[in-house]
């Protein structure tokens, strides 16, 4: 490892649907309280044609590309979509799984799923060091360097470039004659982490950071190290 048409947009509709009611509710009935109530709120008003209500469900988001007027007019003039809408959100709000993830002030991410009528913490928050994702993997590198755990970098290092490596090795390499590079590169991760795209195809992933570099990484028994800083 080197150092350094209607149908896409009801879709989009099904998609927001299902989250529009942790934040907003419905102004003629008691607030959904549930992502599941929301979805039943939103479905029932939209079979009503009660569409104060169902638009007032939508995310921000959703209502600053589409007007209130222009959502009442998509809902009726296409009524056999309207109701594959309908149909799906019922058949899927029992069983859909909502997700949400948190981002920390240095890129680190938690996700949280909603299970019951409570938001739950996934394992990430017990498995500080994860490697599950390239987006965990390097907010685990970040974590760890900060933390001056050489020990939990070594987990990093892809098995073919691990000979002759050690936490000395290491550690020697890092805060000796390539610290500052590495610092420069652990910076461009940290500002970069929360929103920079990662490509990710089959076994290997890349991302570009803060300052021009790319990092690759590569996928091993389940566990994403880094290859490369280029």
Same mark, same amino acid.
């Given at each position: 490892?080197?150092?350094?048409?209607?149908?896409?947009?009801?879709?989009?509709?099904?998609?927001?649907?299902?989250?529009?009611? +942790?934040?907003?509710?419905?102004?003629?009935?008691?607030?959904? +309280?549930?992502?599941?109530?929301?979805?039943? !709120?939103?479905?029932?008003?939209?079979?009503? *044609?009660?569409?104060?209500? !169902?638009?007032?469900?939508?995310?921000?988001?959703?209502?600053?590309?589409?007007?209130?007027?222009?959502?009442?007019?998509?809902?009726?003039?296409?009524?056999?979509?309207? !109701?594959?809408?309908?149909?799906?959100?019922?058949?899927?709000?029992?069983?859909?799984?909502?997700? !949400?993830?948190?981002?920390?002030?240095?890129?680190?991410?938690?996700?949280?799923?909603?299970?019951? /009528?409570?938001?739950?913490?996934?394992?990430?928050?017990?498995?500080?060091?994860?490697?599950?994702?390239?987006? /965990?993997?390097?907010?685990?590198?970040?974590?760890?360097?900060?933390?001056?755990?050489?020990? +939990?970098? &070594?987990?990093?290092?892809?098995?073919?470039?691990?000979?002759?490596?050690?936490?000395?090795?290491?550690?020697?390499?890092?805060?000796?004659?390539? *610290?500052?590079?590495?610092?420069?590169?652990?910076?461009?991760?940290?500002?970069? &982490?929360?929103?920079?795209?990662?490509?990710? &195809?089959?076994?290997?992933?890349?991302?570009?950071?803060?300052?021009?570099?790319?990092?690759?990484?590569?996928?091993?028994?389940?566990?994403?190290?880094?290859?490369?800083?280029?």
């Amino acid at each position: 490892m080197g150092p350094a048409s209607s149908r896409p947009v009801w879709s989009h509709l099904l998609a927001i649907s299902f989250l529009a009611g +942790v934040l907003l509710g419905c102004h003629a009935e008691p607030e959904p +309280v549930t992502p599941k109530h929301a979805v039943d !709120a939103y479905a029932k008003a939209v079979r009503e *044609k009660r569409y104060d209500d !169902a638009y007032a469900l939508l995310s921000r988001d959703a209502r600053r590309v589409l007007t209130r007027k222009e959502f009442e007019r998509r809902l009726e003039s296409d009524p056999e979509e309207t !109701a594959l809408l309908l149909a799906g959100l019922g058949a899927s709000s029992d069983e859909a799984t909502v997700r !949400a993830t948190i981002t920390g002030k240095n890129g680190e991410t938690l996700e949280l799923v909603y299970e019951g /009528d409570a938001w739950r913490i996934e394992e990430r928050a017990v498995d500080l060091y994860g490697q599950r994702t390239p987006r /965990d993997a390097l907010g685990s590198f970040v974590r760890a360097y900060d933390a001056e755990r050489w020990d +939990v970098l &070594l987990r990093f290092v892809p098995d073919g470039e691990r000979e002759g490596m050690d936490e000395k090795v290491l550690k020697s390499a890092w805060q000796g004659e390539q *610290k500052a590079e590495i610092a420069a590169i652990v910076e461009g991760l940290r500002a970069s &982490l929360s929103a920079a795209p990662i490509e990710e &195809l089959g076994g290997r992933a890349s991302m570009t950071y803060a300052g021009g570099g790319t990092v690759e990484l590569v996928l091993e028994r389940g566990l994403w190290k880094i290859q490369d800083f280029k």
